[in-house]
């Protein structure tokens, strides 16, 4: 099963490599991975997507918590919670096409980014599974790029995952 | 900031605060110092001579010369194993800090306390492919439990008192501090942090009181309980009285595993001997038959456990270890207790004190006869004819016997390690130094030696194969120059003997590359180091032999045994067999 892990780590060079280097030691795999600052400049926080069965998913986050730069690990698909990816995709646009993928992207509530004769480049957030729903979508008029960053997460609700907490 | 700025600086302050600015190399010194360290083990180099330099004025603690840097970790992991401190080494930048890696895997599998010093080339040379450099953050991280790179001297001394910390707290294991040049010469203010925290790190140690009341549960019901314990209660200091104790108190039969040996002692009744591979065969079907598996330090290693889907699959198991990351990590465990050993076995026994509840006595003696039917077996048994070339086995009980069982014994890897640890008989904990995770061949004589200078006046034995004394025979040298009286009992078979058993087993006795060709003359090779040697071909001089070398304590003794050369390690579980499906020979 797919679960979306939240890490907080200290902010120190070498914290990516660490957890990329847990992973690949290991024999787990990642499907992405996102990282930048916290509110806090010296903590990072990073969420990573990966796949395994229960005993899996539990060494995971044990040997991420065994890292000594990492400071809390949670599941964040054990608890309610929401996750947005970002997308970033450039599709053909021609005379006949143009008008089709601008009402899909309306449809989707994706936005032009830019525009030229012959492409369009679109941004869309929203959960995976719609970021996969409009890549479907626009298949058929030919997709040059697409760059997605990976979903992040948080926990529903007032309840939060901070280093205070 | 330019080094004339900050002798500039250096003079305004010095006015007020004299001798307060120090270099890398003097807050290295000092860091030290303060830890209480009192040897480390290197080898000097380009880009650790400004620390050498300082080293060379202080008397705080001692260096001991390695003649390659493996041996400084291994020497480094032996002092920490026998005096119970961190171990330090110091190595310089490239092939130095490559040199360090197995060594420091090493200690990191069989955890023992060590914080590394590499010398890197200046910051400024970092990713220049400069002369000697190499990646030893990226080369060691996999390789230790943690490691720094310190790019600025106002950071050396917080990161010295990290690696320490870290090193020695929660599972123990090796830390790599990584020092650039530059940063030893540069200068700043000393400022030693005497606390350290960090957020990032804080092992749990006390067991969790509702955990400590199910494993008493599930202990005082058990029908048909074992024990199992490993190099956990061994690094947990004071253990190893608590966990007799409760032995004592419960009358459950124990085993250790290879790294736990001596926890209890090899006399008492209550030991089954070692499980695994090659131990016996009364733990190992106790193992396989119990109801209630109590497993302490123990990390369920695959040597120990075989086929596991069938390891100890009717037991409800109870699992105390330090790291959470070792429980359900092999084997799914029912009642897992995360903490230092040390602490849950008190937490266990003031339980155990307060339930005044009694374990099924009768069941246990239902057990205890089903046990003693197993030891009947005997499968540690072997013969020794006088007129027949020498038992290895005869070799190791022997120097049990001369040595009354009270040496210190560190082994290198292959047969001789299993015989050593089958057949010594260890009375107490820290007495035995072995390379169990990593299987490490030229880990016992630098290890020796390290243990020799924890415990002066002790008899320190290196048990070892000719294949493994080779791998690092040239500590002979810093033996001799250190004058640690170490005595090596190499059971000479001519093969790399553990090889040659899996290829005569497994591989339809095609002996290949197993057989050393062109051995040394073992004797003439101490001797040319200023040691002592003796070759032994007689089952009737081994004895003898043994009481002539304990008797030399001024030197190193080689003591080479020609053994008989096709003799196999006994009882042994089939790689991918299950514990019950062992081989006894």
Redesign the interface.
């Known amino acids: 099963m797919k679960h979306t892990i939240a890490t907080l780590?200290?902010n120190e060079?070498?914290v990516l490599?660490?957890i990329a280097?847990l992973f690949s030691?290991r024999g787990y795999n990642i499907e992405s991975l996102s990282v930048a600052p916290t509110l806090d400049p010296t903590v990072s926080r990073l969420t990573l997507v990966t796949r395994g069965d229960d005993?899996v998913i539990?060494?995971i986050q044990?040997?991420l918590?065994?890292l000594?730069?990492?400071?809390k690990v949670d599941d964040l698909t054990r608890r309610e919670h929401m996750e947005r990816e970002l997308m970033l995709v450039k599709v053909k646009a021609s005379e006949h096409t143009r008008a089709e993928v601008l009402r899909m992207a309306e449809v989707f509530r994706a936005d032009v980014v830019d525009v030229s004769e012959t492409s369009y480049s679109l941004e869309i957030t929203g959960k995976a599974d719609k970021v996969d729903a409009f890549l479907r979508m626009l298949e058929p008029h030919g997709i040059l790029e697409m760059v997605r960053t990976g979903p992040v997460g948080m926990r529903r609700g007032a309840d939060s995952f901070t280093?205070e907490t | 900031m330019p080094l004339y700025l900050a002798s500039m600086q250096n003079d305004k302050r010095a006015v007020c605060k004299p001798m307060s600015k120090l270099s890398g190399a003097q807050i290295f010194v000092e860091c030290l110092k303060r830890e209480g360290v009192e040897y480390i083990f290197g080898y000097p180099g380009g880009s650790v001579l400004p620390i050498y330099d300082e080293i060379f004025k202080t008397s705080h603690f001692k260096h001991v010369l390695v003649r390659h840097e493996q041996a400084a970790l291994h020497g480094a992991n032996g002092y920490a194993r026998i005096s119970g401190k961190c171990g330090v080494a110091l190595v310089t930048s490239g092939p130095g800090a490559t040199n360090a890696v197995t060594g420091l895997a090493d200690s990191y599998m069989d955890s023992i306390p060590t914080v590394c010093f590499s010398g890197q080339v200046p910051t400024h040379l970092i990713g220049n492919d400069a002369f000697q450099e190499a990646d030893t953050?990226?080369l060691t991280?996999?390789a230790t439990?943690?490691n720094f790179?310190v790019k600025n001297v106002e950071d050396l001394a917080r990161t010295i008192r990290q690696a320490f910390f870290?090193a020695t707290n929660g599972r123990p294991g090796p830390v790599l501090v990584d020092i650039p040049k530059d940063v030893s010469a540069a200068t700043c203010e000393f400022d030693y942090p005497e606390q350290i925290e960090?957020?990032?790190?804080k092992p749990v140690t006390k067991g969790h009181p509702g955990q400590i009341r199910r494993a008493t549960n599930a202990m005082l019901a058990a029908k048909r309980p074992m024990m199992y314990t490993g190099g956990g209660v061994i690094s947990s200091r004071a253990s190893s009285k608590l966990l007799r104790k409760l032995v004592h108190q419960l009358g459950f039969p124990i085993t250790h595993t290879l790294m736990g040996l001596g926890a209890v002692s090899c006399d008492d009744k209550h030991f089954l001997g070692m499980l695994g591979m090659h131990g016996t065969y009364e733990a190992n079907m106790a193992v396989s038959g119990c109801d209630c598996l109590i497993a302490i330090g123990a990390r369920f290693d695959d040597r120990v456990t075989g086929r596991v889907e069938d390891f100890a699959s009717g037991a409800t198991i109870i699992h105390v270890d330090i790291?959470?990351?070792s429980?359900?990590?092999n084997v799914?465990v029912d009642i897992p207790i995360v903490g230092d050993v040390g602490t849950v076995l008190s937490q266990l026994l003031s339980e155990l004190d307060k339930t005044k509840a009694k374990p099924d006595a009768e069941a246990l003696k239902i057990w205890w006869r089903q046990i003693s039917e197993w030891q009947s077996r005997d499968c540690l048994r072997f013969e020794q004819s006088m007129d027949d070339a020498i038992k290895p086995q005869f070799v190791v009980q022997q120097l049990h016997e001369k040595t009354k069982g009270n040496a210190i014994i560190s082994t290198e890897v292959g047969q001789h390690q299993m015989w050593a640890a089958q057949l010594y008989g260890f009375k107490d904990p820290h007495r035995w130094l072995t390379s169990g995770g990593l299987g490490t061949m030229g880990y016992g004589l630098p290890a020796a030696i390290g243990a020799q200078l924890a415990a002066p006046g002790e008899t320190v034995i290196d048990i070892a194969g000719e294949a493994s004394i080779q791998m690092n025979i040239q500590e002979l040298s810093t033996a001799m120059q250190y004058m640690t009286p170490v005595k090596v009992a190499i059971l000479n078979n001519g093969y790399m003997g553990m090889v040659r058993q899996w290829q005569e087993m497994f591989y339809g006795s095609r002996y290949s590359h197993s057989y050393s060709e062109s051995l040394p003359n073992f004797v003439k090779l101490a001797e040319a180091y200023g040691c002592a040697g003796f070759r032994i071909e007689k089952p009737a001089d081994v004895g003898p032999t043994i009481e002539k070398a304990l008797a030399i304590n001024d030197r190193p003794v080689i003591m080479d045994f020609a053994v008989s050369q096709k003799e196999n390690v006994y009882p042994m579980v089939p790689a991918g067999a299950a514990l019950n499906e062992m081989v006894l020979r």
């Open positions: 780590v200290e060079f070498g490599t660490r280097g030691a005993a539990e060494q044990k040997q918590n065994k000594i730069p990492v400071i280093i | 953050v990226g991280r996999s439990k943690h790179l870290v960090m957020r990032s790190y790291d959470p990351s429980i359900s990590k799914k």
